[in-house]
């Protein structure tokens, strides 16, 4: 018997372990980036030791409250309707959530080493300031067995770890166990993004 024609084979491709995160463009709200900005570089001030986490050579705010603080009402509204979106396509509803945030300050070679938001519901970042030079944000493939993929690269099962490039009024949301990390900054004028978590609340 003659072996099939490869052109007449009926091949379908099923993807089985899709990641999916979310993009926004918060440009409308750019006429208020000074004012946060100036907000978080006096918080800064006021309190200069950084809370640490996963931030290294820079500074972030040990409180997780920045937008619940007068002025950025507007960011928080956007931010809360992005993670509603999100929601609908995860679970087909919008579970009771409220919004923990924080300011991240990534001095010249600053950078956050790998971690999960463990403990929540959906984790992000907003980016208020990217100077040229400001590290990406990297995320690890979730799937711990394709790190021995014979391919490596944008192929079918193949292991590569995704960067993303910030641009001021970018908002990125993703699943909170999805590991990621922030590379190093270059430039001497700080890079500012806005970190949050959505946490489930009582009904």
């Known amino acids: ?17 899709p990641t999916r995160i979310w993009q926004a463009r918060l ?26 986490r996963s931030n290294r050579k820079g500074w972030n705010s040990v409180e997780k409250t920045l937008l ?7 960011l928080r509204a956007a931010l809360t309707a992005a993670c509603s979106h999100a929601f609908s396509q995860m679970s087909g ?23 999960m938001h463990d403990g929540c519901l959906l984790s992000g970042a907003f980016y208020l300031r990217v100077p040229e030079g ?30 993303i490039i910030p641009t001021e009024g970018l908002a990125v949301l993703f699943p909170n166990w999805l590991d990621h990390a922030v590379e190093p900054h270059q430039n001497d004028l700080s890079r500012i993004s806005i970190s949050f978590n959505a946490l489930g609340v009582a009904p």
Do not use: C, Y
């Open 1 to 17: 018997m003659n072996a099939p024609n490869p052109r007449s084979l009926s091949v379908q491709p099923a993807a089985l372990f």
């Open 27 to 52: 440009d409308g709200l750019k006429p208020l980036f000074p004012g946060w900005v100036a907000a978080v570089e006096a918080a800064r001030a006021a309190s200069p030791e950084p809370a640490g």
């Open 68 to 74: 619940d603080q007068s002025g950025f009402e507007p």
């Open 93 to 115: 509803g919008v579970p009771g959530f409220a919004l923990e945030s924080w300011a991240n300050v990534h001095d010249r070679g600053g950078f956050n080493f790998l971690h």
């Open 134 to 163: 400001s590290g990406a944000l990297l995320f690890r493939d979730p799937r711990p067995g394709v790190l021995n993929a014979p391919f490596k690269g944008p192929h079918a099962n193949g292991h590569q770890d995704i960067r």
